[in-house]
């Protein structure tokens, strides 16, 4: 009460000095502060989001989600790509030849003959020939057959941390990013195949496969016996690679056969029979969670700000004004939850890279960083699009009536 | 059109439609309200006197009659039209002050010069307007941490920021103790007297109706010529 009696008289004491033409200091300091306000809307915005901060993260958070699914999603198809690609590469062979009516990325059943082996070697330009089988084994893992004699040919050999090369028809070779998601050591028993390997070696990744096997017993496991799924041919000399391929396409005119550079490039998203659409669906998905999130949120701000609506109604605010300030406050949500939702996706790349390093691989794509911040956007801004109409066709006298 | 007549009421009726009846909130109100004067407008519930207000301020627009605000037709204007109206010619101050509760006093007063397009003008005028309602000090706080008399001294400035012609004033006291009561209602006076504001203000209290020059009384939708009981 005291305070009030005082601010009173201070309310009279400022009137009579006004005619004075004298003014309090703090007066014009502070008064300094409405000489520009040309982002008031913009604080508005902020400080309505601020002012529900729970409802405030679950939404920056949902769309954060959103971004991180799209993202996971498009650098695990990237990343494990890549890393096939790179498997591949790192055989050491100049050219890949796989059997007719497969294609490059999927998985076919051996159906190459295993005698074309000979075949190649007496070809123009080609020194070593080694045939591989690959078999699935869930998911996308695989488990390939080599002969080690023809392969070490070409490739070199593996790099072993530890252990070494078959000794015996189920000894497995592992690559250390398999060996750490199993907990495998040399001499461990892998059961694969309704049948218990034994793993003799550890080799460094990157070269052909996570789990290698002699490929004659993949072959008579898989009644595929005398049968391969691709064969590498190494050169002798990589600068004849496109004369070489174009001979034995003349040769061998249904069968695909690629320069390791041309399969490099081949290995994308667009290449792989369903992935692209799988991506889009996932998308879409997305868009729809983030929708719905956005919507109920706006919905309820709306509904909870009905009186405010009102107030700014009263003040000459337009219905473009509350449209604005919907859609300011929708695009920040999900301008954060973009952020949010690319650092994410860094998280969910530490989860694979220590849960599940064999099985998945994913990229971090600041290429589509922006891509996947727009469909966030957009998604939101759909999301805002009812509430924010419903927000700038309030009565004002209802609005403001209400409690 | 006199120029010194800021509002110029004739026949107002207004009919709202709730459900399948007609309600006849306004029927037939005449009035004039000279430039720089503070008219009191008292009546009982449902006299209409929140109608006059909304339809005054632009809120809702008439069902018949003449209005005339500073020579503007308001029964020929649109939505649109009708929103520039609150924006230029008209300060509105509420009974429960309608502050919004996220932006500090400041920024209460600036959101109605922002909302006006006038962000980066001057304004010496506007220092002198806060001087005199004495929030010079409480600018930087948000409405929960004003005292019902500092809401409404803030509601007050964010009514007349824009220069009005007429402020509008809807049971300014009605949540005040006394003494903000009288304080309120002598900034009231003080900005007619010293500014020249024209102040149309609905109370139910005569002794608020008493600081303005001029008291209207209303009754089932009219302007009557004598007093009626308020309560």
Not at chain 1, 127 to 140: D, E, M, Q, S
Not at chain 1, 281 to 302: Q, R
Request: with cysteine; aromatic share 6%.
């Amino acid at each position: 009460m005291a305070q009030s009696v005082k601010t009173m008289w201070n309310a009279r004491e400022a009137l009579s000095h006004r005619y004075n033409g004298t003014w309090s200091r703090a007066s014009r300091a502070e008064l300094l502060e409405f000489e520009g306000t040309p982002f008031l809307i913009n604080k508005l915005v902020v400080e309505n989001l601020k002012h529900r901060p729970v409802r405030t993260l679950l939404s920056v958070l949902a769309v954060g989600v959103e971004v991180t699914m799209m993202l996971t999603l498009v650098g695990l198809s990237e990343g494990m790509l890549e890393d096939s690609a790179r498997r591949a590469r790192g055989v050491g062979a100049d050219v890949l030849v796989r059997a007719p009516g497969t294609s490059l990325i999927g998985l076919s059943s051996a159906s190459m003959n295993e005698k074309l082996l000979g075949f190649f070697e007496q070809q123009p330009h080609v020194r070593y020939a080694t045939g591989t089988v690959v078999y699935p084994i869930g998911g996308v893992n695989t488990i390939t057959g080599i002969d080690l004699e023809e392969f070490n040919r070409i490739s070199g050999g593996f790099r072993y941390q530890e252990g070494g090369p078959f000794r015996n028809p189920d000894d497995m070779i592992v690559d250390e990013f398999y060996a750490r998601q199993n907990k495998l050591t040399v001499g461990s028993t892998v059961r694969l195949l309704d049948r218990n390997w034994r793993v003799c070696g550890i080799s460094e990744p990157g070269k052909l496969a996570r789990i290698v096997i002699p490929r004659r017993t993949l072959q008579d496991l898989t009644s595929t016996t005398g049968k391969l799924s691709s064969v590498f041919l190494k050169l002798d000399n990589p600068a004849n690679t496109d004369k070489a391929v174009a001979a034995l396409k003349q040769r061998l005119p249904d069968y695909p056969i690629y320069s390791m550079e041309e399969l490099t490039s081949l290995y994308s998203v667009n290449n792989v029979p369903g992935l692209k659409a799988f991506i889009g669906v996932i998308i879409g998905l997305s868009i729809v969670v983030g929708f719905l999130v956005v919507f109920l949120s706006m919905y309820t701000a709306v509904l909870e700000r009905t009186r405010e609506i009102g107030i700014l109604k009263a003040l000459g605010a337009s219905p473009a004004y509350v449209l604005n300030m919907i859609f300011r406050e929708t695009a920040l949500l999900a301008l954060v939850g973009s952020v949010l939702g690319i650092l994410l996706t860094y998280g969910s790349r530490w989860v694979i890279e220590t849960m599940v390093p064999a099985s998945l691989i994913q990229k971090i794509v600041p290429g589509w960083w922006p891509i996947a911040a727009v469909i966030a956007v957009l998604g939101a801004i759909l999301g805002a699009m009812y509430p924010a109409w419903k927000a700038a066709r309030q009565d004002a006298i209802e609005a403001l009536a209400y409690e | 059109m006199n120029n010194d007549i800021v509002i110029r009421v004739h026949d107002l009726r207004k009919i709202y439609r709730v459900g399948e009846v007609d309600v006849h909130a306004l029927r037939g109100v005449d009035l004039a309200v000279g430039r720089g004067e503070f008219l009191a407008i008292v009546g009982p519930s449902g006299s209409g006197k929140s109608t006059l207000f909304h339809i005054l301020g632009g809120l809702t627009p008439p069902t018949s009659g003449t209005v005339f605000i500073h020579g503007k037709d308001l029964l020929a204007m649109s939505e649109s039209d009708r929103t520039e109206l609150r924006k230029t010619e008209v300060g509105f101050v509420f009974q429960k002050y309608n502050l919004l509760p996220t932006l500090t006093a400041s920024d209460n007063i600036a959101i109605a010069r922002h909302i006006a397009g006038k962000d980066f003008q001057e304004d010496p005028k506007f220092r002198e307007v806060l001087d005199l309602l004495g929030i010079s000090r409480r600018l930087h706080h948000k409405p929960r941490a004003l005292s019902g008399g500092e809401q409404q001294r803030v509601a007050i400035a964010r009514a007349i920021v824009n220069h009005p012609s007429i402020l509008l004033a809807d049971e300014p006291t009605g949540n005040l103790d006394t003494e903000n009561s009288n304080v309120v209602l002598g900034l009231l006076r003080d900005l007619n007297g010293q500014l020249g504001q024209t102040i149309l203000m609905i109370t139910h209290n005569p002794e608020a109706a008493a600081y303005a020059h001029r008291t209207v009384h209303m009754r089932d939708g009219k302007v009557v010529a004598e007093p009626v009981e308020s309560r």
